[in-house]
Nanobody, 128 residues
Framework: QVRLEESGGGSVQAGGSLRLSCTASFSISSTCLAWFRQAPGKQRDVVATISSGGGKTFYADSVKGRFAISRVNNDNMVALQMNSLKPEDTAIYYC??????????????????????WGQGTQVTVSS
């Protein structure tokens, strides 16, 4: 099972930007990748997903137009660029991967149970 490690979290004022990165222990080019987040006292929800070839992305309504998911170096990294951050974006952000060969191009995969590998999470705090 692939190991995932997030980086790039931190504290920022409202309106600011952060870029999260997720590095995999081996190639994740042939599967769907996602970013989830969990705010204190709330369930973990999907933020964005990207298909194996990068041709299909999904964004939660709350982040559309502000966040962008991308594959970096094509092979073992995925990033989440977060702009115009709001206090309600404060959460722990998790990178997740489906099993090799599983994809989200033809069907959105928005459930935690679709993803089999998870990082430990990185804290993002947005102050007003």
């Amino acid at each position: 099972q692939v190991r995932l490690e997030e980086s790039g979290g931190g504290s920022v004022q409202a309106g600011g930007s952060l870029r999260l990165s997720c590095t995999a222990s081996f190639s994740i080019s042939s599967t769907c990748l996602a970013w989830f987040r969990q705010a204190p006292g709330k369930q973990r929800d999907v933020v964005a997903t990207i298909s194996s070839g990068g041709g299909k992305t999904f964004y939660a309504d709350s982040v559309k137009g502000r966040f962008a998911i991308s594959r970096v170096n094509n092979d073992n990294m995925v990033a989440l660029q977060m702009n115009s951050l709001k206090p309600e974006d404060t959460a722990i952000y998790y990178c997740a991967s489906m099993n090799k060969g599983d994809d989200c191009y033809y069907r959105d995969r928005l459930s935690e149970s679709d993803y089999k590998s998870w990082g430990q999470g990185t804290q993002v705090t947005v102050s007003s």
